[in-house]
């Protein structure tokens, strides 16, 4: 992901008109904007009434969470009038202006602390971000409490000795959730146990209608809230998934309130110090104990688990290893469905492609490096294990060439920015990719 950079977008605003409404008494908005730092020379935002340290709130009637998405919001306007909110010391300025681009440097809020003397914390758990190389939020999360509570294993590490390197997972029916650590085969769950860590998953109660995870213990908000609080106060920390944002795991590091706001670390923080989450989670794990474990034998293990992976053909609802490939092409090959989509099911199916392909490039280029930067722990036949390792590299290489091929992360896909003929071209990447994956194969049960 990107990093928050100042950046620079310019054009002429020919304004309409402007009205004023009061809200809360605030120097900045609780949630969302990004900040005015300066204008572009004869700005006509400005000369409307905008001054610096004003924050852009929303356009056109969608919340700003970020430089990026207000720029993505701007590609998608279909009317020629926008209207544009900006927030003053507790008022809203209502422009409507025209669509395009915005006459001004921006960047984003610096939001103040918003720590209460009465907080429960733990302190020392170090930030998450997209920009540091940790794509799977779960290992990522779970790699900042093994900082301070465990052995020392890092990102890499975690990601090899877990499988989720060698996985490949795909859910029937396009979901962004595939490449989650904790669904399908549960990573997640995998390192945890490796690494001697006494734990629980533990959701909200779900909908009478829901597929409950066998994995899983049930509560009500309160009962987790009580969970969360006994946690942080026998000084755990809990790895938790929605905090802020979207549905991504972060790091439960405090509460404040009695309860009422939780701290945390996720990847979508706007400070350098723990969060307010905006949200309770519907799903967290908790850590009652770590005891000290032997590492080595951990890399013998995860080629076994590597094999098995590949041999098993479905982990809950989601479709694994080669057949999850054979179900993704299955979906990429299906035009009429595709086709006939609407607007909404259509960007879900684009994302969720994007997603499981990106995260996959990552995945298959780590666990090569780690192979080759480890080779002697894995204890196996070096000549074998090398073209194991030339193998995920040849993948790693082959999906970084076909993201070309991907609609962007960013914004919301149409038939335009994810075409038939992107498709086409994505079907060769990945029955190159299933080519590789079926020789992978071979050599793993030659190992084992």
């Known amino acids: 992901m990107k990093n928050f950079v100042i950046i620079f977008i310019c054009m002429l605003l020919l304004i309409s008109c402007s009205t004023f409404k009061k809200v809360e008494d605030m ?241 979508y923080d706007q400070t350098e110090g723990y969060e307010i989450a905006w949200k309770m989670p519907f799903a967290i794990v908790r850590i009652y104990n770590k005891e000290e474990v032997e590492i080595a034998p951990l890399y013998p293990a995860s080629l076994k688990l590597a094999k098995t992976l590949y041999e098993t053909e479905r982990y809950d609802q989601y479709t694994n290893g080669i057949f999850a490939i054979d179900t993704w092409l299955e979906h990429l090959k299906k035009t009429e469905t595709l086709k006939t989509a609407t607007a909404e099911k259509f960007a879900e199916m684009s994302f969720a492609n994007t997603w499981i392909h990106y995260c996959l490039v990552g995945s298959r280029a780590i666990t090569a490096s780690y192979l080759e930067s480890n080779k002697a722990k894995f204890q196996t036949d070096g000549e074998i294990l090398g073209e194991l390792i030339g193998i995920y590299q040849k993948e790693a290489d082959i999906l970084k060439k076909g993201l070309e091929y991907l609609a962007p992360l960013e914004g919301s896909a149409t038939p335009e920015t994810w075409t038939a003929e992107m498709r086409a071209k994505e079907i060769l990447t990945l029955e190159e990719f299933r080519n590789l994956e079926l020789r992978a194969q071979q050599i793993l049960i030659a190992l084992n």
């Not at 006994?230 to 439960?252: H, Y």
């Open 27 to 267: 120097q900045f908005p609780e949630k969302g904007g990004v900040l005015i730092s300066n204008f572009t020379e004869n700005s006509v935002l400005e000369a409307a009434g905008a001054r610096k340290n004003d924050v852009i709130l929303k356009y056109d009637g969608v919340m700003v969470e970020s430089v990026e998405q207000l720029g993505t919001l701007k590609s998608e306007v279909k009317s020629e009038m926008v209207e544009v909110e900006i927030y003053r010391q507790g008022e809203l300025l209502v422009i409507q202006i025209p669509a395009g681009q915005i006459g001004v440097y921006l960047m984003p809020i610096p939001r103040k602390d918003k720590i209460n003397k009465d907080a429960v914390m733990i302190e020392g758990i170090g930030k998450l971000d997209w920009s540091m190389g940790m794509d799977n939020s779960f290992l990522g999360s779970l790699m900042r409490i093994e900082e301070q509570k465990g052995q020392g294993l890092g990102y890499e590490d975690m990601m090899v000795l877990s499988g989720y390197g060698f996985r490949t997972s795909f859910f029937d029916g396009w979901c962004p959730s595939s490449p989650d650590a904790t669904c399908g085969f549960n990573a997640g769950a995998e390192i945890l146990t490796g690494l001697g860590y006494d734990f629980e998953f533990i959701h909200l109660d779900a909908d009478d209608n829901c597929e409950k995870d066998s994995l899983a213990k049930y509560m009500n908000k309160a009962e987790m809230i009580n969970e969360i609080k006994a946690s942080i106060d026998e000084g755990w920390p809990l790895i938790a998934i929605d905090l802020i944002k979207v549905p991504e795991w972060g790091v439960i590091t405090g509460y404040q309130k009695g309860g009422k706001e939780l701290l945390c670390r996720t990847y």
